[in-house]
């Protein structure tokens, strides 16, 4: 007859065995549901440059109202995927990238072409130049805000942000439509040093206020919030028209902060934006900094 200790001896393992597998089991239905909350931002950001891809095909068919609006998603797109990648903590190298990519769709590519078969196209080979310029442009203040974060003043924004640039090409094309001009000529006449200008602002030193100081949880002053009601209010009314007037409002602001206020945005020389890249590698906080960076205009 087998004593007690010999029967207790075989079962030990079985256990281990069966508890083995269950881990195992619970990783395999963890890891796809992290994979999962790392695809969203980049959903946002994709939305956001097939609104961009979208507006060209609108503006190359005529539909000019439309291709404004879907400027106007991906700028909406571009104030949320860095957002939703702070939130989850999904902040990567690759986010940054793909989202830098998606702004020169969405917001060089796309109002170039806007602002080129809606206002330029009757001035011919001088219209294309200037809405290539636009793109180089828009492309050049990308780069530089991506080399720039972290050796200037977080309160401001070298020259003028590329969704702005963009936001007031749809606003101008939204307000065209709302009060139903038709005025070829002039238009062309007017839409070719505007471009030039916001294509100017955009490579500028110009500041602009970045808004990243705003502190929600504390009492806003009374003018603020009725501003802010108001804004709500006419979006609501007259959606084309305020798309405008606020775009107009923020491109005016660097000017009346380098003019009135007599405002810079100093560099600092330790980070020079055409030098080689040299010493260690950005740090993972570095990383999650400059994510949330472009969740904000650039």
């Known amino acids: 007859m087998r004593s007690p200790r010999h029967i207790t001896r075989p079962q030990r393992p079985r256990v281990r065995i069966i ?24 959903t946002i950001t994709s939305i956001g440059m097939l609104s961009g891809f979208y507006s060209a095909i609108s503006s190359i068919a005529g539909h000019f109202e439309l291709a404004a609006v879907m400027i106007m998603v991906a700028f909406i797109c571009d104030g949320l995927d860095g957002r939703v990648a702070r939130l989850s903590r999904t902040s990567s ?18 109002p170039a072409i806007l602002a080129y078969t809606w206002a330029l196209q009757p001035i011919g080979g001088l219209g294309v130049a200037i809405a290539g310029l636009f ?13 720039q974060t972290a050796s200037v003043d977080k309160r401001r924004f070298v020259g003028l942000p590329v969704p702005g640039a963009a936001a007031l090409i749809a606003g101008i094309a939204l307000a065209y439509s709302y009060f139903e001009f038709s005025s070829p000529r002039a238009l062309c006449t007017a839409m070719a040093p505007i ?27 009374i003018e603020l919030m009725i501003a802010a009601v108001v804004a709500a209010a006419l ?8 798309v ?29 934006a055409l030098h080689p890249v040299a010493g260690e590698p950005r740090s993972v906080e570095t990383e999650a900094h400059r994510i949330t960076e472009t969740s904000e205009p650039r």
């Open 135 to 147: 793109v180089v442009c828009a492309a050049l203040r990308l780069a530089r805000f991506n080399v």
């Open 195 to 221: 471009t030039l200008a916001l294509a100017g602002l955009m490579i500028s030193r110009v500041p602009y206020p970045s808004f990243k100081g705003l502190n929600l949880e504390k009492r806003a002053q």
């Open 19 to 42: 508890s083995g597998r269950i881990k195992e089991q619970r990783d395999k239905v963890a890891a796809p549901l992290k994979r999962g909350v790392y695809l969203a931002p980049a």
């Open 93 to 110: 190298q690759f986010g940054i990238e793909y989202d830098s990519l998606s702004d020169v769709v969405a917001f060089g590519m796309a």
């Open 235 to 242: 979006l609501v009314a007259m959606p084309q028209l305020t």
């Open 244 to 272: 405008f007037l606020l775009a107009c409002a923020f491109v005016l602001s660097g000017p009346y902060l380098m003019l009135i206020k007599g405002e810079r945005t100093p560099i600092k020389a330790s980070a020079p």
